[in-house]
C-alpha cells in the first residue's frame, strides 16, 4: 500500500492497542555509485522506523514493507522492545511547532545518470592528461533522499536532499615508484565538483612526494591545509555531543563560558550550509534546524543537543538528534560542524611559519585509526613538506604526529580564509562518530610531536 494509507492504517491499529504516542520516520532515496575509471552500481531505499510509547515504555522497530501485516509486526516489535528497554524519561514527541526554514531545492541534475556519467568522465579525463597517473582509482557517488516524520502529537514535516561526492586515491608512478594521495571533493549541486581543481590538487601531492625521506623526530609547528585539517576537525567534534559530556567521555563537561580553544577557533554546527553534505531543515526529532555557535573566539558556548540531554542543561536548545537512517538509531551528533575561516591565505600561513612542516595527507585516518574519541589522544601517520624560512623544502614521509585534540584546539595559531568541508564520517568506517560532515580552513597547529628518524 502506499505511505499514506499504511500510516493511517498503523497509527488506528497503535491506538487500538493501547499506545498513547507513535511517530514513523519514513526515509525513500536512491543512490548511484560510478567507479573510476569504469563501472556503476544503482540502489533504491525506502524503509520505515516506528517509536512508540506504550505503558509508560517507548520502543522502536523498522520495516522496508507498507503492508496491514508489516504494520502489526512494528506494533507487537515496539510493544515488546518498550516492555524490555530502559527508558531514561519521558519519551520526547515533537509538536511540529516552531518555524522550519526554507533550503534551496534538490539539484535533480544529481539524478542524471547521463550528467553523472559525464562528471566521471571528465575526472578521468584529466587523470589521463598527467601521464603518470594510470593506476588512479575513485568513486563519484550521487544520492538523493526524501525524509518525511508524522507523529499523532501533530508533527508531519518533509525534505528532499541531494549531494554528490568524489574520492579520488591518486597514485603517481616514477621509475617504477609509486606515491599516493587521497582526496574528496563534495557538495549539494553537481558543479560543486571541479575536475580540474580536484585531479590538479591530487597530481601536485602525489607527484610532490617523490624523493620523500623521514625528519627528526621532535616538536614542531604544522601547516595543514584544508582538506587535512577537516580531518582533524572531525576528530575533535565528538566532545562536543552533549551525550559525550553526559557520560564524561568529554573533557569539555563544565567548561561552558571558558577558553576550551585558542581566540582564533569558532567551531559552529549548521544543518542550513549547503557547502556540507548534510542538510536538513529539521532533526530527527522533527524540531527546527539552527545554526549554531559552539565555540567563540575560543570560549565554549554550547553543546549539540537532542530533547533528552537538552533537559540537564540551562538555556540548552535540542536539534541535533541526527540518524543516518530509518535503520539507525538515532543520537545527538553535528550536521555540518565547522571551524569559521579566517582571513589569510595558505600562502600566508606557509610563509609565517618559518621553520616547520606542512602536512597535507594522513591517509590512515581515512580508515578510522589514530585516534582516540574517549582520551582524545591521536597518533596518525603522516606526509607532507618541511618548510624552511616560510619556504617549501623537500618532501617528508614516514613519520608520525601525535598529541591530544584538546591541545590542538589551543594550539591552532592560525586560521585561514580556504574553508572546504572534507570527507564527511559517515563514509569512512570505523570513525568516531556515524553522522556529520566536517569542515575546516588551512590552519596553523605549534608544539605538536613528530615521530621520525
Request: one cysteine or more; hydrophobic letters at 35%.
Amino acid at each position: 500500500m502506499e505511505f499514506e494509507a499504511f500510516k493511517q492504517f498503523l497509527f488506528a491499529e497503535a491506538e487500538a492497542n493501547g499506545f498513547e504516542k507513535v511517530e514513523l520516520y519514513h526515509v525513500s532515496g536512491s543512490g548511484i555509485l560510478l567507479s573510476i575509471p569504469e563501472g556503476e552500481q544503482y540502489n533504491m531505499r525506502c524503509g520505515v522506523s516506528l517509536r512508540g510509547t506504550v505503558q509508560g515504555g517507548t520502543g522502536t522497530a523498522y520495516s522496508e514493507q507498507f503492508t496491514e501485516e508489516s504494520a502489526r509486526y512494528l506494533i507487537q516489535t515496539v510493544r515488546e522492545n518498550a516492555s524490555i528497554l530502559e527508558n531514561d524519561g519521558e519519551a520526547y514527541y515533537h509538536d511540529g511547532s516552531g518555524s522550519y526554514p526554507e533550503l534551496p531545492p534538490a539539484d535533480d541534475e544529481l539524478e542524471d545518470i547521463s550528467r553523472l556519467s559525464a562528471l566521471r568522465d571528465q575526472i578521468w579525463k584529466e587523470i589521463e592528461s598527467y601521464g603518470n597517473l594510470s593506476k588512479t582509482t575513485g568513486v563519484v557517488h550521487a544520492v538523493s533522499s526524501t525524509i518525511r516524520i508524522v507523529n499523532n502529537q501533530g508533527l508531519d514535516v518533509s525534505t528532499k536532499s541531494n549531494y554528490v561526492y568524489c574520492v579520488l586515491y591518486m597514485v603517481a608512478e616514477r621509475d617504477g615508484v609509486l606515491k599516493n594521495s587521497l582526496l574528496y571533493r563534495g557538495g549539494t549541486r553537481l558543479t560543486d565538483i571541479d575536475p580540474q581543481d580536484l585531479v590538479g590538487s591530487g597530481q601536485q601531492k602525489a607527484n610532490g612526494y617523490f624523493g620523500a625521506e623521514q625528519v627528526e623526530s621532535g616538536t614542531y609547528n604544522i601547516v595543514f591545509p584544508n582538506d587535512t585539517a577537516s580531518l582533524l576537525v572531525q576528530g575533535f567534534s565528538v566532545f562536543f555531543s552533549a551525550e559525550s559530556v553526559l557520560s564524561a567521555i568529554s573533557a569539555l563537561k563544565g567548561k561552558e563560558g571558558q577558553y576550551v580553544a585558542s581566540s582564533k577557533v569558532t567551531i559552529l554546527d549548521d544543518p542550513l550550509d549547503p557547502r556540507g553534505v548534510f542538510c536538513r531543515p529539521f532533526d530527527a526529532e522533527g524540531i527546527p534546524a539552527v545554526k549554531r555557535t559552539l565555540v567563540k573566539d575560543g570560549v565554549l558556548e554550547s553543546y549539540l543537543h537532542s530533547s533528552r540531554t537538552a533537559v540537564h542543561f540551562e538555556h540548552a536548545q535540542p536539534g541535533n538528534h541526527h540518524r543516518l537512517d530509518y535503520n539507525y538509531q538515532s543520537a545527538v551528533y553535528p550536521s555540518n560542524f565547522y571551524l569559521a575561516a579566517g582571513e589569510k591565505s595558505l600562502d600566508d600561513l606557509i610563509a609565517e611559519l618559518g621553520d616547520g612542516l606542512y602536512v597535507t595527507d594522513v591517509t590512515a585516518y581515512f580508515h578510522g585509526a589514530g585516534i582516540n574519541a574517549a582520551s582524545g589522544e591521536y597518533s596518525i601517520p603522516a606526509t607532507g613538506y618541511v618548510v624552511r624560512n616560510g619556504k617549501i623544502e623537500r618532501p617528508f614521509d614516514g613519520v608520525t604526529i601525535a598529541g591530544s585534540l584538546y591541545d590542538f584546539m589551543k594550539n591552532i595559531k592560525e586560521v585561514g580564509s580556504d574553508l572546504l568541508f572534507g570527507l564527511p564520517t559517515s563514509f569512512r568506517p570505523g570513525a568516531p562518530m556515524a553522522h556529520g560532515c566536517y569542515g575546516s580552513p588551512s590552519i596553523r597547529v605549534d608544539g605538536i610531536t613528530v615521530s621520525g628518524k
